[in-house]
């Protein structure tokens, strides 16, 4: 039989139990700055989990301003644990094949297998999307998820760590100023991260020297100049083409890439012709999306990021914020997706956000890096002038069109380690 001091004790230790899980519980909310694609697959990553997150936006809503994206397998697979994959079969565009044209050649040297190629090597699609479709798409997923909270409004916010956590503070623009503890706050907040800048005492942002002149042009006034079932990428001496379609919004994405020295910061801005350089204009491909674009071109000075410090105590960095790069690899949103994949299961289990934020940048750091590495890498050899551009088209047709399956599985084969996805 039980007597009653040892009823007293478990009594005791049982409410000890209820409430030390009542206050993990309390803690255990984590705030994100930014409601772009870095934010908002992090929280469902985060929620998917249990815990609750809250999401600091300076806009008022979310913001569709940009054009395309590449989401290629190895951050679909991600989207895809998430439960997106027949949105995103909806919002996007599986394209088949990359058709690659040399400075002024009138058919493909080359066209690299995508489609049932890549899916087959790598459990998932290689799909092109409007940056809008990919927000609309995460948005509704996170307002679907009860333990999702969106701020929006945020004029700033400021927090400091001490031996009992994190406190927060937060400001609106409409100068209301509300107090909190979070379990951990991660800055999804871009390029020109606050949180790098300010709470990490990080870098700014610096300049690439390129420029990307984005347009959305019809479809119907390209039709004649490329295979609209596949995406198109044309070299030129000192630029670089990007074309694919959305045809769910019956246009093509065009993405012009040149080399530009600017004596200040410029935000985006919208221009009527791309600055291209002369030997451009000489290319009828060139010359028809420059007149097809009708003036509506958006001129995007392109910024690195890059910091060795990614986290500091319960304070941690994802996507551009962390290792914004050049997007000649079109990894930019892939290795945020990613980051938010290991991320937020790490932080789900721990009883130390420190911890969590140890781990996944000892495991992102080196991957991003050579990421980074090879994007650089490929706007060299993009650009290239005659007639070293002779031998590079001769190696990429010598290659064939699945050798890049192979060269780059590095990138596309990437599963987020089953060891960090472990229950607490």
């Known amino acids: 039989m039980t007597t009653g001091p040892q009823v007293s004790r478990q009594v005791s230790r049982q409410v000890s139990r209820t409430l030390a899980n009542s206050d993990l519980e309390q803690v255990r909310t984590i705030y994100i700055a930014g409601a772009g694609i870095a934010g908002m697959t992090m929280a469902l990553s985060l929620a998917k989990s249990g815990i609750r997150v809250v999401i600091l936006e300076q806009t008022a809503q979310i913001q569709t301003e940009g054009a395309g994206l590449q989401i290629s397998p190895n951050a679909r697979k991600i989207l895809n644990d998430l439960g997106l994959d027949d949105a995103l079969k909806t919002a996007g565009f599986a394209t088949k094949e990359i058709d690659i044209y040399p400075f002024r050649r009138p058919t493909p040297l080359i066209s690299l297998k ?41 004029r700033s916010f400021d927090m400091q760590a001490h031996q009992k956590g994190l406190s927060l503070t937060v400001e609106n623009k409409d100068g209301s100023v509300h107090n909190t503890r979070p379990f951990a706050f991660v800055g999804a907040d871009g390029v020109h991260s606050m949180t790098r800048r300010k709470i990490l005492a990080g870098p700014d942002a610096q300049y690439s020297n390129y420029i990307a002149w984005r347009a959305l042009v019809p479809t119907s006034l390209l039709k004649d100049h490329f295979n609209l079932n596949n995406s198109s990428l044309m070299w030129g001496p000192g630029f670089h083409v990007i074309a694919y379609p959305h045809p769910t919004r019956h246009v093509v994405n065009i993405a012009m890439f040149t080399k530009e020295k600017l004596s200040r910061k410029l935000n985006p801005q919208t221009v009527t012709t791309p600055s291209v350089p002369k030997a451009g204009l000489s290319c009828k491909r060139v010359k028809a999306i420059i007149n097809a674009a009708e003036g509506g071109w958006k001129k995007w000075p392109l910024y690195a990021a890059k910091t060795s410090q990614w986290f500091k105590g319960p304070v941690g960095l994802i996507g551009d914020a962390a290792h914004a790069m050049l997007p000649y690899q079109a990894q930019g949103a892939a290795m945020a997706i ?24 000892s495991h992102r750091q080196p991957r991003v890096n050579k990421v980074v590495k090879t994007s650089a890498s490929n706007g060299n050899i993009y650009h290239l002038e005659w007639p070293f551009s002779i031998f590079r088209d001769i190696v990429v047709s010598a290659q064939g069109p699945t050798a890049h399956l192979q060269r780059l599985a590095w990138i596309y084969g990437y599963e987020v380690p089953s060891v960090y996805k472990t229950s607490p």
Do not use: W
């Not at 489609?115 to 679907?144: N, T, W």
């Open 338 to 361: 990613e980051d938010a994949g290991v991320l937020g299961p790490l932080l789900a289990k721990s009883t130390d956000p420190q911890t969590a934020f140890a781990t996944y940048q």
């Open 114 to 154: 995508m489609g049932p190629a890549m899916e087959k090597a790598f459990g998932a699609q290689y799909m092109v999307i409007h940056r809008a479709d990919l927000s609309d798409v995460l948005f509704s997923a996170c307002r679907k998820r009860a333990n999702i909270e969106f701020q929006f409004g945020v």
